[in-house]
């Protein structure tokens, strides 16, 4: 356990004390603007933890609660949640762009600021909530990050619980108690890594939520684009023991997504514990996602030894017990004309770096034949 992880863990009598003090943050920005920024593709739990907290805020005198993200909502079940609760989220590239100036910023479901976001770094972070682990503490007036905990959306549960119960005849409760509910379910892969306080959470919020809506938000349908990236990673699949890597060539931001899936549902295949799928998004970045069965394997130590940090010493990767993803700048290869050409650099750069990590340093790369070539972005 690293020295960061340590000097985060609280005991069990200072979880208590939590929600309070999460509240006595909140109120410094009564009559104020605080905007609650989500860090990369918005996924259930962190979009359910900030209507949570957005819930909490208003109710505390918080003059204004934005719920802020900078890139698209790529997936179908993410752009369903928004729609059905009829959440406002505001895409936003730089807070030039809100009408009122940010007076504070919250974090949930991550502990750190979005690159992508301009004109943040002289706003005073108000509060972090995050069950992701951290390499540098944050930095802000009230933090709490639990590894342990299975997602946001438990955390976010028990402050509710504690300081604005929720009703089951206001709608406007049964829509933040299903949102947490999903974003829960979500991040515990259906319960299968709750841990006891996930559950405890789940109970809370099962007498509040709308379960027709729940059911109808829990469809997991597979879009053709993603069964034709799951197709790719078939065809291009590499398996070294028990690991399996498989590169799938050009991938709009709409669907980066389909990279998860497919890592999903490669990891499924009997002989393999771990996996990782990449590939090309937006013609600007190499992203991936890490998959896997084996206790050994801790995905955030591994993608950092696999790919290291930016130039501000921050991981490439991260990720908790089952799952990782990372996001790594394509940089100068971008200029190159020949997508076939740039897709074998980086169909190289990255097996290389896979099979260095397995130590298996100078092991043959196999060459994906012209067949499975990535395709043009529609």
């Keep these: ?58 109710r505390l005198g918080v003059g204004k609660v934005t719920i802020g993200y900078s890139h698209e909502l790529s997936h179908r079940e993410n752009r369903a949640l928004v729609k059905l609760l009829n959440i406002e989220m505001t895409k936003i ?6 009408e009122k100036p940010v007076d504070y910023i919250s974090f949930v479901d991550s502990h750190e600021l979005d690159p992508d976001l301009a004109g943040a770094g002289d706003v005073e972070v108000l ?68 841990r006891a306080v996930d559950f405890r959470a789940a109970a809370t919020l099962s007498e509040c939520c709308d379960r027709d809506l729940l059911s109808d938000l829990s469809r997991r349908l597979i879009a053709p684009s993603a069964m034709d990236v ?14 399996a890597m498989a590169g799938v060539g050009f991938v ?11 890592a999903d549902f490669l990891v499924r295949r009997e002989d393999i514990d ?13 992203e991936g996602s890490l998959r896997t069965h084996s206790a050994s394997v801790d995905p955030a130590a591994w993608l950092e ?21 990372f996001r790594i700048p394509i940089g100068f290869l971008g200029r190159c004309a020949d997508r076939g050409q740039l897709w074998t650099l980086v169909e190289n750069s990255m097996r290389q770096a896979l099979l260095r990590q397995l130590g298996e340093e100078g092991a043959p790369v196999p060459i994906a034949p012209p067949a499975v070539t990535p395709p043009a972005s529609p």
Aim: charged fraction near 25%; proline fraction near 4%; charge should be negative.
């Design 230 to 243: 799951i197709a790719r990673s078939l065809a291009t699949l590499v398996v070294r023991r028990n690991f």
């Design 274 to 286: 771990t996996c990782v799928v990449y590939g090309v998004v937006g013609e600007r970045h190499i």
């Design 93 to 98: 590239k730089n807070l030039k762009e809100l």
């Design 305 to 325: 030894q696999a790919f290291g940090h930016d130039d501000r010493g921050r991981a490439f990767g991260g990720g908790r017990r089952d799952k990782g993803g």
């Design 127 to 194: 509060t972090v909530v995050d069950h992701h682990r951290a390499t540098v503490a944050p930095k802000a007036r009230f933090v709490d990050m639990r590894p342990d905990v299975g997602a946001t959306a438990t955390i976010m549960t028990e402050y509710i619980a504690e300081l604005t119960p929720l009703d089951a005849d206001q709608e406007d409760d049964r829509r933040v108690a299903t949102a947490l509910m999903h974003g829960l379910a979500t991040d515990t892969d259906d319960f299968t890594l709750a």
């Design 1 to 58: 356990m690293s020295e960061i992880v340590r000097r985060l863990h609280v005991t069990p009598a200072q979880i208590a004390d939590r929600p309070r003090a999460f509240a006595d943050a909140l109120v410094a920005a009564k009559g104020k603007h605080l905007l609650v920024a989500l860090r990369g593709h918005p996924d259930p739990d962190g979009i359910a933890s900030a209507i949570a907290q957005a819930y909490v805020a208003e």
């Design 252 to 262: 709009t931001d709409a669907d980066r997504d389909t990279i998860a899936q497919a």
